[in-house]
């Protein structure tokens, strides 16, 4: 009997592998590009500042990823901020517990809410929190005129800028032991396999016998718990809660998940490749301040970050869209 | 009998959006009484032109299936762009407006198109995109206009004693009706949105008339927004911001679905009228802004959700 001889696996170069290096690549280039042009950028200090908003963005795009994930999509994420974080400032104003505490409920609720409306009844994902996200910007308003309401502690302000471990804002802590978690439930649960499930082919998932609203219901509430997490470590950071806010977080979110190597139409990528996407788009964002680019320009660069993001990511799976709508 | 029962049920639903307008309308009609006073028709007149043009532009594309978020930021940036052409051009302005509002359009569809990349996300994008523009246009503050002659364009009346404010809709109206029930493209509106698929092999250009649908949308969009520089005599920032909403209900509610095949612009018509006296009448309620986007938020879940077609989506994303 012949015996067969085991080959090493050889690298192979295939458009698969080339996606998925684009970040790594846009990252090395981006920071060469802002450390040449800012002198600012290339400080220690910016670093930290840096990996303190990547931290908040972090929470944003690993929230985004599960609905992403599954085909969905959550566009309330940035009226979220702004909607549960007023409400839990002005039920609890002190800055103590329960205000920590209201902010992940009340987000996780938000994200409930977005989840039984498109499943129960049976509406497009992105049309639900659209609205969603008009009708929480517009409680967000409707309690303070679109003020900020502060938040005077030195308690909430130490969650995200205190010092556990010297020189290290507590923010980077909490939010890389937050982010590991839900790697984990993406990668090594049972629920995680199966939103990768749903995302792949979802009338294939369902004939599987995964219940796919239930999925569904649980993706956006976990996007609307890690939004919690972004309202109150973002908070934290200011000392406010603000009353009003840009398209910013949604598209920093959306780019940072696409980019990541998560398409819009779900399946492949996860949890863990967002990580890279929000690095991305936080020197992105963080270098083009620097420069002093005035930010409609920077709004035009991220629009035009975004779609080619999303047409590189749609690339491994061009064969699945015919026409698109 | 099952079956007489949907039948008379489905027969129901189509005249739904009228009687909704019209319960609409008793109730704040009883409610104020300045309500149906001629003034107050006028202003709801007033709002409802712009939304109708938009939304006629609006039915082409939610036939197909698709959406255009962008509609909003391409009335704003294009009434910018004809207010800085009335220095050169006097009441002539217009057209450049409509132009850009055109090239806008064929912009969207094209990237759409080509890249395949989804219209809700494409025209999100470009709506950030093209706000920002017409932010940098306008040096974030309004661009005043000084010329008798554009006023006159909404101001003016060719036709006896109507302002051509409310003449111009109209026009627009019986020109998207004719091309949506008699010519090819219109037809194969309706047919992409039904199935793509099917409307492929049919020999319908996919593709180009997808194209040509957020082109008109588009140059709608431009037309507006001259309109409403003309009317407001001034081009402000984020000045169509609420009509991208408005718009998506103003359709939806009248009746067509989200996606695609079913109603059209006749459909629109009544959805616009709706949303302009639900408009007027939460002004009366004194509601302020805040709760008018909350309300337009879940008038436009309620719409959505009443009239989905659930049979044609086995599951929904």
Same mark, same amino acid.
């Given at each position: 009997?012949?015996?067969?001889?085991?080959?090493?696996?050889?690298?192979?170069?295939?458009?698969?592998?080339?996606?998925?290096?684009?970040?790594?690549?846009?990252?090395?280039?981006? !920071? !060469?590009?802002?450390?040449?042009?800012?002198?600012?950028?290339?400080?220690?200090?910016?670093?930290?500042? !840096?990996?303190?908003?990547?931290?908040?963005?972090?929470?944003?795009?690993?929230?985004?990823?599960?609905?992403?994930?599954?085909g969905s999509i959550d566009l309330s994420v940035g009226s979220m901020i702004v909607g549960s974080g007023i409400v839990a400032a002005t039920i609890d104003p002190s800055g103590g517990f329960i205000t920590v505490v209201l902010m992940l409920v009340l987000g996780l609720l938000a994200g409930i809410i977005n989840g039984s409306i498109t499943v129960f009844l049976k509406l497009p994902s992105f049309i639900v929190t659209l609205a969603t996200s008009f009708i929480l910007s517009g409680i967000g308003i409707a309690l303070t005129k679109g003020y900020c309401i502060g938040i005077r502690s030195r308690q909430f302000n130490w969650i995200t800028t205190g010092n556990l471990i010297a020189g290290v804002p507590n923010v980077i802590l909490w939010a890389l032991i937050v982010y590991f978690v839900f790697v984990y439930i993406n990668e090594r649960t049972k629920f995680g396999r199966y939103l990768f499930a749903i995302g792949g082919d979802e009338d294939v998932a369902a004939r599987m016998g995964i219940n796919v609203n239930k999925y569904r219901i649980i993706a956006f509430a976990l996007s609307g718990l890690l939004t919690g997490f972004a309202t109150l470590f973002l908070s934290s950071k200011l000392g406010v809660v603000s009353g009003r806010l840009g398209p910013t977080y949604l598209f920093n979110a959306l780019i940072a998940v696409v980019i990541g190597g998560t398409p819009l139409s779900g399946g492949i990528g996860g949890v863990k490749k967002t990580f890279i996407g929000v690095l991305i788009i936080t020197i992105l964002e963080n270098g083009m301040n620097l420069i002093g680019m005035d930010i409609r320009v920077q709004y035009i660069i991220k629009t035009v970050v975004l779609i080619f993001a999303v047409y590189v990511n749609s690339i491994p799976v061009r064969s699945k869209i015919d026409f698109m709508k | 009998m099952e079956k007489e029962k949907t039948i008379i049920l489905y027969a129901l639903m189509q005249y739904l959006p009228i009687a909704i307008l019209i319960a609409v309308s008793i109730f704040f009609g009883i409610l104020y009484e300045t309500f149906f006073s001629i003034a107050n028709l006028y202003n709801i007149l007033r709002q409802a032109s712009f939304l109708m043009i938009i939304s006629m532009g609006m039915s082409f594309?939610?036939?197909?299936?698709?959406?255009?978020?962008?509609?909003?930021?391409?009335?704003?940036?294009?009434?910018?762009?004809?207010?800085?052409?009335?220095?050169?051009?006097?009441?002539?302005?217009?057209?450049? $407006?409509?132009?850009?509002?055109?090239?806008?359009?064929?912009?969207? $569809?094209?990237?759409?198109?080509?890249?395949?990349?989804?219209?809700?996300?494409?025209?999100?994008?470009?709506?950030?995109?093209?706000?920002?523009?017409?932010?940098?246009?306008?040096?974030?503050s309004p661009i005043n206009i000084d010329c008798k002659a554009y006023f006159n364009i909404t101001g003016g009346s060719l036709i006896g004693n109507m302002p051509n404010l409310s003449l111009i809709p109209i026009v627009v109206v019986l020109i998207c009706i004719y091309i949506g029930r008699r010519t090819h493209f219109g037809r194969s509106i309706y047919v992409i949105g039904a199935n793509e698929r099917v409307s492929h092999y049919s020999g319908i250009n996919v593709r180009f008339t997808q194209l040509m649908a957020f082109m008109t949308c588009g140059l709608l969009c431009g037309l507006a927004g001259s309109l409403e520089a003309s009317l407001f005599e001034a081009a402000c920032p984020?000045?169509?911001?609420?009509?991208?909403?408005?718009?998506?209900?103003?359709?939806?509610?009248? $009746?067509t679905q989200l996606t695609g095949g079913v109603?059209?612009?006749?459909?629109?018509?009544?959805?616009?009228i709706l949303i302009a006296i639900l408009g007027s009448g939460m002004n009366f309620m004194g509601l302020t802004t805040a709760s008018k986007e909350i309300a337009t938020g879940i008038v436009m879940i309620a719409a959505v959700a009443a009239n989905?077609?659930?049979?044609k989506m086995p599951f929904v994303k």
């Open positions: 009997m012949k015996e067969e001889r085991v080959e090493l696996k050889k690298f192979k170069w295939d458009i698969n592998t080339a996606v998925n290096s684009v970040p790594y690549i846009l990252i090395v280039l981006l !920071i !060469i590009l802002f450390s040449a042009l800012s002198p600012a950028f290339r400080t220690y200090r910016n670093m930290i500042e !840096i990996l303190v908003l990547a931290s908040i963005f972090l929470m944003l795009a690993t929230g985004e990823t599960f609905p992403v994930l599954i | 594309v939610i036939l197909m299936g698709s959406i255009d978020a962008s509609v909003g930021a391409m009335v704003t940036l294009t009434g910018a762009i004809s207010a800085l052409a009335v220095p050169f051009m006097g009441w002539t302005a217009i057209f450049p $407006g409509i132009l850009a509002g055109a090239l806008l359009g064929f912009i969207n $569809g094209l990237i759409i198109v080509k890249w395949k990349i989804p219209s809700f996300l494409e025209t999100l994008a470009m709506m950030s995109a093209l706000d920002g523009i017409a932010l940098i246009v306008m040096k974030s984020y000045m169509g911001q609420d009509l991208m909403m408005n718009s998506i209900a103003a359709v939806v509610i009248g $009746g109603g059209g612009p006749i459909r629109t018509i009544f959805g616009v989905m077609d659930r049979s």
